[in-house]
């Protein structure tokens, strides 16, 4: 069993910052994606940023040079940075844990709300 946990959602002015964590558990395969979801009223859950166990990361183009993802391997903990908020930024996010080496390894939070007011 696999859970994941995530935090610092909040409300925050436009230009402003927040740091989103997720803590995570249980069986976690070595070679993994850890990556952030959101999810907008009306809209489909689309990739913010991921970040491989090699630590490669992906960005979708809205948030490049504002967002950044990290991970500490660790605390098995994965981050997202946000800088320069805009309202367009506000959803849901999710946070999600996969392996491409195991298809059914597919995990998500649980979600925390970012509102981004203009």
């Known amino acids: 069993q696999v859970q994941l946990v995530e935090s610092g959602g909040g409300l925050v002015q436009a230009g402003g910052s927040l740091r989103l964590s997720c803590a995570i558990s249980?069986?976690?395969?070595?070679?993994?994606?850890m990556g952030w979801y959101r999810q907008a009223p009306g809209k489909q859950r689309e990739l913010v940023a991921s970040?491989?166990?090699?630590?490669?990361?992906n960005y979708a183009d809205s948030v490049k040079g504002r967002f950044t993802i990290s991970r500490d391997n660790a605390k098995n903990t994965v981050y997202l940075q946000m800088n320069n908020l805009k309202p367009d930024d506000t959803a849901v996010y999710y946070c999600?844990?996969?392996?491409?080496?195991?298809?059914?390894?597919?995990?998500w939070g649980q979600g925390t709300q970012v509102t981004v007011s203009s």
């Open positions: 999600n844990l996969r392996s491409t080496y195991r298809p059914g390894y597919d995990h």
């Open positions: 970040i491989t166990s090699g630590v490669y990361t």
């Open positions: 249980g069986s976690i395969f070595t070679i993994n994606v």
